[in-house]
């Protein structure tokens, strides 16, 4: 068992700074000799009351704390900046990156020995996994948890999913102002994360597949006292992973992250799933090249009949026996020696799990759909890669070819799409530029265009919609995303002008401009970048530094070069 912890050096190093920071200690009711030799338990937590999805993680930090007295380790709660997917704009993505540095850099400055992760809003959970993964301090995450189901007109109300449903049908006159106004009131049932297979469940999910959190934890819903039960366990599994010095490379290894993606393909995930696994290897010094996805998503078919790709809502899912029961029917796609943070390996952790609804958890002979989630598309188009959730399209549209209406950026989208004279039909393919990394800046989930409601009147309920955006993991249609290069950066997709030909190819995973190479050259020739308003300050610093989408949308600055400096940790001794 460990002793000789990273915090020992602040509270029992050299005498005259060892007393001070006794002494700061003291002054917080700490007994600073009854906790000798224990672990520094850091619980990082993104409550804010900015942040509706995390509201709850007061409460989960208290059961935390508890789990972590009660194993020995002395708890100390601090508040992180919080995403909020509601409020923020342009996008809670511009401020994933620097929410990963704020965790990063508390860690390293503080007499921290390990940590526990309180995220539950889409980008709060990866931030936390990149920064943990930086710091590589032993670390397990623990989320806030789904918000309970509203329901309107006897259906029960998906976060997102819905909203974008109906949102359609109230543009179009298919329901009242007064039904509108009643299902704002069934969105605002409970706190907690959206209750979809969204980005925020996907990514928790991704947190459980990866080993980083505690094992059919993620779809608790938000105001079930297991949920309290999981936190608490979360703070004893914490100190475990503290004396035996398990970091998160040694749980987040290549094998690992293939788990993931393949429970991410099963489980119908998000399309932003893709960007942060990247983000969060790249961290570790692992590439996951979009190529990898493919080929998983190609090999495992989506089995959970979860919104937007299926029926059902998150609490059916855990009824169902939820990830972990997602994962016994993908086991032996599965590499069951990697190392989790119960302490188990995965195979150890999905003995006796088995799923309790078929219809919720559909077995691999009647999948949901035969391949996985997610397709990544190249072509002239996208020389980068591109990728359309293919379990939330419409499967005619798969293989589609049509002509190009240019939107080139966000407002001359909003301000066109409804005019009665544009020209399009259902056969067009609605193309937007300037949203992507650098574009905005930040990447904003822009990306599922509405369809004009004069075509949704004759009948179109899709069309395929190309951008360099994301998209929601609520949303769904045939929508081709993060087209990368971004146009913003000079990729291709900022030469397409509207008439031009585009071939959608989902099977052979082609996206092609109909152009001949010298006119593209000829274009591309002719092109010149957006000018931006933003000039100083974090957009700056993110327009200058962001990867693009193929490799997480990271700072260029915060993923290691060179295993020297992977591994390299900043010296303690000195600080005052
Ligand atoms: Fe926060 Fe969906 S908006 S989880």
């Known amino acids: 068992m460990k002793t000789n912890y990273r915090s020992a050096e602040w509270f029992y190093g050299r005498d005259e700074l060892g007393m001070g920071h006794r002494a700061a200690l003291r002054t917080m009711g700490v007994d600073v000799e009854a906790v000798k030799g224990r672990p520094v338990i850091g619980i990082a937590n993104s409550w804010s009351e900015l942040n509706n999805c995390n509201i709850t993680l007061r409460t989960v930090a208290e059961s935390v704390k508890v789990g972590v007295r009660a194993a020995g380790g002395l708890p100390l709660e601090f508040p992180t900046i919080s995403l909020g997917e509601e409020f923020m704009k342009p996008s809670a993505m511009l401020y994933r990156n620097l929410m990963a540095m704020d965790l990063e850099e508390t860690l390293r400055a503080n007499p921290v020995d390990a940590v526990v992760l309180l995220s539950n809003c889409d980008k709060t959970g990866p931030a936390q996994l990149m920064g943990a993964a930086s710091a590589n301090l032993p670390a397990i995450q623990v989320n806030g948890g789904p918000r309970t189901a509203g329901v309107w007109h006897g259906i029960e109300i998906g976060s997102g999913t819905d909203l974008w449903k109906y949102w359609d049908e109230f543009r179009t006159g298919k329901i009242t102002e007064r039904d509108w106004r009643d299902l704002e009131e069934c969105l605002s049932c409970s706190a907690g994360a959206c209750n979809v297979m969204g980005t925020a469940t996907t990514m928790s999910a991704m947190s459980e597949a990866l080993g980083m959190m505690l094992p059919g934890t993620s779809s608790i819903a938000a105001g079930d006292p297991l949920r309290m039960l999981a936190a608490e366990a979360s703070g004893r599994a914490i100190v475990a992973l503290a004396e035996r010095n398990v970091r998160p490379s040694d749980i987040m290894t290549p094998a690992a992250f293939d788990n993931a993606i393949r429970t991410c393909m099963a489980l119908g995930g998000s399309t932003n799933a893709i960007v942060h696994l990247i983000a969060i ?296």
């Not at 585009?502 to 109909?514: G, K, Y």
């Open 281 to 576: 290897a790249g961290r570790l010094g692992i590439e996951l090249p979009l190529q990898r996805f493919d080929a998983i998503g190609r090999t495992v078919p989506c089995l959970a009949n979860i919104k937007p790709s299926g029926e059902h809502l998150v609490h059916a899912l855990h009824a169902a026996g939820g990830v972990p029961a997602i994962m016994k029917e993908i086991a032996a796609q599965l590499d069951l020696e990697c190392v989790t943070g119960t302490g188990n390996s995965v195979g150890e952790n999905l003995r006796g799990v088995q799923s309790s609804n078929a219809g919720v958890i559909r077995p691999l002979t009647n999948p949901v759909s035969p391949e996985g989630a997610i397709a990544v598309l190249w072509g002239n188009l996208a020389p980068g890669g591109a990728v359309v959730k293919t379990s939330a399209a419409t499967r005619s549209l798969l293989e589609h070819i049509g002509r190009a209406m240019v939107f080139e950026n966000y407002q001359d989208m909003l301000q066109r799409i409804e005019n009665p004279d544009l020209d399009v039909d259902g056969d067009s393919v609605l193309v937007l530029k300037n949203c992507g990394p650098k574009g905005v800046p930040g990447m904003p989930e822009w990306g599922a265009i509405p369809v004009p409601a004069k075509l949704q009147r004759q009948g179109v309920t899709d069309m395929v919609r190309i951008s360099d955006a994301r998209m929601s993991g609520t949303a769904y249609g045939t929508v081709v995303l993060h087209v990368c290069p971004e146009a913003a950066a000079g990729g291709p997709l900022a030469i397409v002008e509207t008439g031009d030909m585009i071939r959608l190819d989902v099977p052979n995973r082609q996206l092609e401009l109909l152009v001949t190479g010298e006119e593209i050259t000829r274009r591309m020739t002719h092109w010149r970048p957006p000018t931006t308003p933003h000039l100083r300050g974090y957009p700056r610093l993110y327009i200058d530094h962001v990867l693009q989408a193929d490799l997480g949308c990271d700072f260029d600055f915060l993923r290691p070069k060179s295993a020297e400096e992977l591994r390299f940790v900043p010296p303690v001794v000195g600080r005052s």
